[in-house]
């Protein structure tokens, strides 16, 4: 099983942005999570982290015919892009949208998502674990 495992903006600050909602641990150091975690379940995955819309609209193209799935956490593109989610609805793989903190408990701005009705499941307040769940979920599905 291939699957794109793919950050929107800030995400690459983890560690340092509000350790108090997202935690300490770094993004080299989710990322090292995740490949683990895939290396163990015989998965592969591929990692993407941009701060720009149109390069996470790219990467999620790029899956089309290629990959098995997608785990997304579009940060704040989230609550505002339409692009990422018809790029979503384009490739027409299954996709789980992961998000560190609880967004239902947070701003009213956070509780829209655009990505939403293009995922298969949400994974949300699990901390950087949301992944791994979503790479679960994705093989189990899979079977």
Do not use: W
């Not at 770094?26 to 390069?55: F, P, R, T, W």
């Not at 997304?72 to 692009?83: D, K, Q, R």
């Amino acid at each position: 099983m291939n699957i794109r495992v793919i950050n929107g903006p800030n995400l690459n600050m983890l560690g340092i942005r509000e350790p108090g909602i997202y935690g300490n641990t770094g993004y080299k150091a989710l990322c090292d999570k995740i490949k683990k975690h895939a290396k163990e379940k015989g998965v592969k995955v591929k990692l993407l982290q941009s701060n720009h819309e149109g390069d996470l609209v790219s990467f999620i193209q790029k899956a089309y015919k290629k990959d098995d799935a997608i785990v997304i956490n579009p940060g704040a593109y989230t609550h505002t892009s339409i692009a990422i989610l018809d790029a979503a609805k384009a490739v027409g793989l299954p996709i789980v949208e992961v998000h560190i903190s609880d967004v239902s408990k947070r701003e009213d701005f956070r509780q829209v998502s655009y990505i939403r009705s293009a995922c298969v499941k949400t994974i949300t307040g699990h901390g950087t674990d949301g992944y791994l769940e979503a790479i679960d979920y994705l093989i189990e599905t899979e079977k």
